[in-house]
C-alpha cells in the first residue's frame, strides 16, 4: 500500500488508506489472537480444511491468472470452483461462474471505470 502512485487529483486519505486500515486492524485482530487464544479450540474436521485449502489455492492461481488471461476467464473459473464447493451442482456453479464474471466485469470496467481486459491482450490484440 505504500508503494501505490497517486495522481494531484485525490481525496485527503488517498488510495493509500485503505488498505492501510484493513491491514492495521487485521494486524490488531491476530495480536488478540496470539496473546489472548481461545482455551479449548474446536478445530474442523478435515475435509473442512481440505475445502479451505482448495478454495485458497484458487484464489492464489485466480491472481496470478487476472493478468495474463484477461478478467472474464479466471473469475468465471474461480467464482465456478468456489459455488462448487458451497453447493454441488456442475449447472449451478457453471451459470454462478458465468454471471459472476460477466457481472463484475460490467460493474467493473463501466461503472467504476477501472482499465480491466475481458479476455488476454494477445486474443483480443
Known sequence: ??????????????????????????????????????????????????????????????????KPLGFLVPTALAAGILSYQISPGIKSSIGAGLGLSVTLFVIFKYALGLGLYAFPKWLIG
Open 1 to 66: 500500500a505504500t508503494q501505490i502512485k497517486s495522481g494531484f487529483m485525490t481525496d485527503p486519505v488517498g488510495p493509500k488508506g485503505f488498505p492501510l486500515l484493513v491491514g492495521s486492524v487485521a494486524a490488531v485482530c491476530a495480536m488478540f489472537m496470539v496473546f489472548k487464544p481461545d482455551e479449548s479450540p474446536t478445530w474442523p474436521e478435515l475435509r473442512t480444511l481440505g475445502s479451505l485449502l482448495l478454495s485458497v489455492v484458487v484464489l492464489v492461481c485466480y491472481a496470478y491468472a487476472l
